[in-house]
């Protein structure tokens, strides 16, 4: 959120506005793959603690790959409830606001 905002106080130019979407694309993305590991670590953990009585296997082995095909994929993870309103919610306004510039500057980005 901070480098969106610094990201806007300091544009010279209309064009430049487009570089706010840089940090909240990339932080949204990185929220989304951390949310993704913790998934992929909750349902390891799933697993391991439904399958301890029945069997020795893999107990201690801490790979999450073997639960990939459990968990939703980062780019579907963006569109979570609380990744969405957040980020969404930021990036609807910088939508407006560009829009609300390029209005005022007679239909252009530049100027």
């Keep these: ?3 969106v905002v610094v990201a806007l106080l300091f544009r ?3 064009f430049q506005l487009f570089a706010a979407f840089i940090p909240l694309i990339g932080f949204w993305f990185l929220d989304a793959y951390y949310l993704k ?3 992929r670590f909750r349902e390891l953990y799933n697993w391991v603690r439904q399958n301890r009585p029945d ?3 893999h107990l ?3 790979d999450p790959s073997r639960v990939d095909g459990d968990v939703d994929g980062t780019a579907r993870l963006m569109l979570n409830n ?3 309103w957040f980020y969404g919610t930021v990036g609807g306004l ?3 606001y560009s829009a609300i510039l390029i209005f005022i500057n007679g239909g252009t ?3």
Aim: aromatic letters at 8%; proline letters at 0%.
């Design 1 to 3: 959120m901070t480098l």
């Design 94 to 96: 910088l939508i407006l």
């Design 12 to 14: 010279t130019n209309n």
């Design 109 to 111: 980005i530049f100027g």
């Design 82 to 84: 609380s990744l969405l």
């Design 55 to 57: 069997n020795e296997d």
């Design 60 to 62: 201690f082995d801490m």
């Design 37 to 39: 590991q913790e998934r």
